[in-house]
């Protein structure tokens, strides 16, 4: 079971040019398809006059959700080199948008691959690869009086509350990184009057 994976930090971008053809490209760290798809409005809307707004993303944590498009060049042209590059790097919950103004001249079948590769590569050559940790999130439903032995154990585990309710019967909702569920599970048990739901 993986329990962390690699992204970028923050959005990056690049530019370059090919026989006139102008070509910005950017890389954005995404959780969904719908930040993926307000990332492309955006930047449609920057450059509307571009010919092309080609693009690859990888969503989850092996990368299972997955798309990229030509957006009117040769089929396989700009899509796919643009997600083999995310493939290449090996991270994932990241966008790759690769915008193209035609410069008069023609690329050819190759010529657009290797383009579209080089837009991809070098956004991502400017972004910060980070490793983040794969998180489950937890319900746990415990009495107000045990309140400070549940606040000890997310010192100790380092947990990041998402969710509290404090009243005679509390809830709360923890995220903690999947490595330390057997280790976090084990120490529960010893505590019978937090309930884990």
């Known amino acids: 079971m993986l329990t962390e994976y690699q992204t970028i930090r923050s959005k990056s971008d690049s530019f370059f ?13 995404v959780k969904s398809e719908e930040e993926v798809k307000d990332c492309i409005k955006s930047l449609k809307e920057e450059f509307k006059d571009a010919g092309h707004h080609c693009y690859g993303f990888k969503l989850g944590i092996n990368g299972e959700h997955y798309r990229y498009s030509d957006d009117g060049e040769p089929n396989n042209t700009a899509g796919k080199p643009i997600y083999g590059q995310l493939n290449s790097f090996e991270v994932t919950n990241v966008l790759v948008v690769v915008i193209r103004y035609f410069g008069g001249t023609k690329l050819g079948v190759g010529g657009l691959i290797q383009a579209y590769k080089e837009g991809a590569k070098l956004a991502l050559e400017n972004a910060s690869i980070i490793t983040e940790e794969v998180t489950e999130d937890v319900k746990i439903h415990f009495k107000y009086e045990e309140m400070n032995v549940m606040m000890s154990l997310v010192k100790i585990f380092d947990l990041k509350i998402i969710k509290q309710k404090f009243e005679l019967d509390c809830l709360i909702v923890l995220e903690f990184p999947i490595k330390k569920k057997e280790e976090l599970f084990l120490k529960l048990n010893d505590y019978p009057k937090l309930e884990i739901k």
């Open 17 to 29: 040019k090919e026989k006139g053809s102008k070509f910005y490209s950017f890389a954005f760290p």
